[in-house]
């Protein structure tokens, strides 16, 4: 007998097996639930979409734009926290925040939080860290020596 939807409203269910005219085997196994089975019938979508729905993996990416946004290398001068941009995509601008210990970066036409954009920062010191952050839409750059105070150093950036 076919296993109807309907059957499946929460009551005890049993399977049990019998054979031509022979009586029903035993013992009768327990039909559970597992969770979500229900669902099963629409379980070759995502939330109602077909694969057709999305990209095919043969798809160009060109329509995206995905080169980065902004990119530089921002040259330390001997310590001076006057930055200079030695090289880049030429659409940001940065200072050098002395009270905060930190560059700021400000990108064009772009209001940056650090958790929308994947970021690449590194210092041209093996001996430093980097951290970085946001606020007022520009990316904050923040190094520090082994003793964790601030120090300017020359960085490379990408967004």
């Not at 019938?41 to 057709?52: C, E, H, K, N, V």
């Not at 734009?65 to 001997?78: E, H």
């Not at 601008?93 to 990108?107: D, K, P, W």
Request: some cysteine; hydrophobic content about 40%; aromatic content about 10%.
């Amino acid at each position: 007998m076919p296993l109807n939807a309907a059957d499946f409203n929460g009551q005890g269910l049993w399977l049990g097996i019998q054979v031509g005219s022979d009586p029903e085997m035993t013992p009768r196994q327990r039909i559970g639930y597992a969770a979500y089975a229900m669902h099963a019938l629409d379980a070759d979508t995502l939330d109602g979409q077909t694969s057709s729905d999305f990209a095919a993996t043969d798809h160009s990416h060109d329509e995206f734009n995905l080169l980065p946004i902004a990119m530089g290398f921002i040259l330390d001068l001997s310590g001076n926290p006057a930055p200079v941009i030695e090289t880049g995509t030429g659409n940001f601008t940065v200072e050098y925040n002395a009270a905060q210990g930190r560059y700021e970066i400000g990108i064009t036409d772009e209001s940056y939080f650090f958790r929308r954009y994947v970021t690449l920062i590194t210092a041209t010191d093996d001996n430093v860290t980097v951290r970085e952050g946001s606020a007022g839409g520009k990316l904050l750059v923040q190094i520090h020596n082994s003793s964790g105070s601030p120090v300017c150093d020359s960085v490379q950036f990408v967004v």
